[in-house]
């Protein structure tokens, strides 16, 4: 259960509307998903959230689908099961097909498991790997 409760256009005021209107502009469509809805209480957290947003995930060095596999990584080890299936739906609409997937998910886990193992150790990091 949320601590918010979600809400709808019609309860939003109207700088919050105008946020969800340019959301579903930029991204075509009519559906705005509760992660807005909730966040609609604070319409100035909810704006700035919306740009920075936008601006991170546009196309750049990396690719839109690249930029939605590394959020689908970062959400899993901060455990967020929203943000998981969220950009999980992102990154299939965006090309990820079922093999990427199984690709991603064993880049987590080893990554998490070497990370595990190089912190419990406290091995000291090679010289040759820093940056000068």
Known sequence: MGTVRLLSDE???????AV??????????????????ALAHDPALLKATWERLKEVMAPGAL?????E???VAVSST????????????AARAKGMNEQMYGELLA???????TNAIVSALQVPVDDAFREE
């Open 63 to 67: 690719d839109p689908l690249v930029k």
């Open 11 to 17: 309860e939003v005021s109207a700088e919050a509307l």
């Open 69 to 71: 596999m590394i959020y």
């Open 78 to 89: 901060n455990g967020c099961e929203y943000c998981i299936h969220s950009h999980t739906a």
């Open 20 to 37: 969800f209107e340019d959301i579903r502009t930029v991204r075509g469509t009519d559906f705005i998903n509760n992660f807005w809805r």
């Open 107 to 113: 880049v987590i886990g080893m990554a998490n498991q």
